[in-house]
Every structure is written in structure tokens, then in C-alpha cells.
């Protein structure tokens, strides 16, 4: 547990959100959204940003370095999940992601880039914004799940992840696109890959059920298991509690793998011992995030990138927090 993983970042970045809510203009293809009448939108808004708090202390004193910045516009409901529109590799690289609601474009932050070029070795940022104007889309660490070690980015077809995007990002940054269809009970696409499957350093959390094409499941499943991970099955009950939207981070005694508390007590106690073999469970309660469709890892960006110096301590606001 404690060798050092090119899969699993020591450090992510997280906005938190001042004026969260469940954004209707991305339902129409996310089924995992849900809405909560029973509160008012100011309550939402502040239990996401307490949310988001607890999280971002726990995860540093776990050791991972947590960059925080605040969100304090109302334009933005769904900022709270950055992965979807930067994403950074090792030797120093950055990309940037055209995003396929007109509402997320306005996610992009330049003070969140510059703070990486400040704190980080950053070498270049491509950036694939101007991918939008002709309707084309890939929404980042969403979209595609890396596998850093295999060099694999595992993409399920949706209207946010176009195959061009998607095949010119896999040649800027060495990937080999494996893409394939995913479907829900109902039959609907799975608008992000990573809420179907997470890619640790020796396990694969995988709703591979919701495949339909048999051979393309085996082939994904092999893919996995050559690198040597151990594949654990999702079902779309647990699938459907974001199980599969977990993230491993490095952390000071050794790798975690990151969750919901939901996705966290929907696993098996079977599922729950192969994770253990290699990594620390991770949970943290963040109910009213998960209404806006997304969980644990959509609202992590991890950074696979060499720091500039040695940092004083492992909580790193990148924002004035008053604290």
C-alpha cells in the first residue's frame, strides 16, 4: 500500500460552491440527477458548500493536497465538478475540455490554471474549448476514464463524448481510445463514463453489466485485468448509488480509494475486502452533490503533476478561506 502510483494523484483541485442547485439545463441526458422539494434553494446551496467543506478537510487530513477555490457566482450550478473541464497528466501536461451544455462553458477558470503553473511544473495546456462551436464535446475526466499505467482511456458513447475529441486528446496524450456503449435500466446512454466505472492501481470498480454488446464487455473486463487489477462488478443498483464515481488518491500513509458514504454501504462485504487489499476506504456524506448527478470523484480534477517545491503543509488553499 504504500508504493507510489502514477494512477493515483497526491493532490486535487475543488471548488466549492456558494449557490449550488441541481442544473435543468443538463437533466434532459444525466438520469442520475434528482430534486430535493422538500428544501428550499438557499438550503441546497449552503448543505453543498458544507459538503464540500467536510470533504475538503478530510481528504487533507488524509494527506492528499487539496486546492480550494470558491465559486461565488449563481451562474454555475454544476462548478462544483471541475473534472469535466481541465484534466492533468505527468511530465507536465494540461488539457482543457469543450463542454457540451452551454451552461458549464463558463466553468473555466484561468486562476485555477495559473495557480497550477505556480505551484506545479506545468510544460503546456491544449486546450480543446474551441471544440464546441462545431458541436463537438468531451467532458474531461468524466468522459474517459484513464488508466495512467496501461495508457487507456475507457469512453462510453454520449452526447459529451465525441469520438473525434476523444481520438485527439488519446493522440496529444498517449492513450488508446477503448470507447464502447452504455446503457441504464431504462435503456438511456450513460452520459459520463466514470460514474460506471473508477481505475485504481491493482482493482477496477466496473458496472460492466450495463454494456450490452457481450464481446466489447469481455474485451473492456480483459483490457483491465491485464495490467494485473483485480475487476469488481458493479451492479446497477450500486451503480445507480454512484459506487463506480470513486477516485484512489495518494494520501500520507498510503493510497485511498475515495467515495460516497451512498456508494460506500452500497458495496458487498466481498467488494469491500478486495478494495481493502490495497487501498484505505475513503467515505464522505455528500447527498445534496449527488442530486446534481454527480458524486465523490466528479468533484475531485486530480493533479498528476511534479510539484515546484515542497509544500509547508498538505492544505493548500488556493483561495482565502477566512480560516
Known amino acids: 500500500m504504500k508504493r507510489l502510483s502514477v494512477q493515483a494523484p497526491k493532490g486535487v483541485v475543488m471548488i466549492r460552491p456558494h449557490h449550488f442547485g441541481p442544473n435543468p439545463m443538463t437533466a434532459k441526458d444525466n438520469a442520475f ?92 495546456v491544449i486546450d480543446y474549448s474551441g471544440l464546441e462551436k462545431d458541436g463537438v464535446y468531451l467532458e474531461g475526466t468524466g468522459a474517459m476514464v484513464l488508466d495512467h499505467i496501461g495508457r487507456v482511456a475507457y469512453a462510453a458513447r454520449s452526447n459529451r463524448t465525441n469520438e473525434v475529441a476523444l481520438e485527439r486528446f488519446c493522440t496529444h496524450f498517449n492513450f488508446e481510445p477503448m470507447v464502447f456503449d452504455a446503457v441504464d435500466r431504462n435503456g438511456n446512454s450513460i452520459y459520463h463514463t466514470n460514474v460506471l466505472m473508477c481505475i485504481g492501481t491493482d482493482f477496477a470498480l466496473i458496472g460492466a453489466g450495463m454494456i450490452p454488446d457481450a464481446v466489447r464487455r469481455r474485451e ?83 493533479i498528476h503533476l511534479s510539484r515546484r517545491e515542497l509544500a509547508g503543509t498538505q492544505k493548500l488553499y488556493a483561495a482565502a478561506t477566512g480560516r
Not at 83 to 89: A, D, G, I
Request: net charge negative; charged share 25%; glycine share 6%.
Open 33 to 124: 440527477q434528482a430534486t430535493d422539494a422538500a428544501r428550499q434553494p438557499s438550503a441546497i446551496a449552503l448543505a453543498a458548500h458544507d459538503e464540500v467543506t467536510r470533504m475538503a478537510d478530510g481528504l487533507s487530513a488524509a494527506g492528499v493536497a487539496v486546492h480550494l477555490f470558491e465559486d461565488e457566482t449563481a451562474t454555475r450550478p454544476d462548478s462544483v465538478f471541475p473534472n469535466n473541464w481541465f484534466s492533468t497528466h505527468s511530465g507536465g501536461h494540461v488539457a482543457i475540455y469543450p463542454m457540451y451544455s452551454e451552461s458549464r462553458q463558463s466553468e473555466r477558470r484561468p486562476d485555477v490554471i495559473e495557480m497550477l503553473k505556480t505551484e506545479y511544473r506545468v510544460q503546456d
Open 220 to 302: 473492456i473486463c480483459a483490457r483491465l485485468e491485464e495490467t494485473g487489477r483485480q475487476t469488481i462488478e458493479l451492479t446497477v443498483e450500486q451503480i445507480e448509488n454512484f459506487a463506480g464515481n470513486a477516485i484512489e488518491l495518494e494520501g500520507e500513509g498510503g493510497r485511498v480509494v475515495v467515495m460516497s458514504t451512498r456508494a460506500r454501504a452500497s458495496l458487498r462485504p466481498d467488494q469491500v475486502a478486495a478494495l481493502e487489499a490495497s487501498v484505505r476506504i475513503l467515505a464522505f456524506d455528500v447527498p445534496t452533490i449527488e442530486l446534481a448527478g454527480g458524486s465523490v470523484r466528479c468533484m475531485l480534477a486530480g
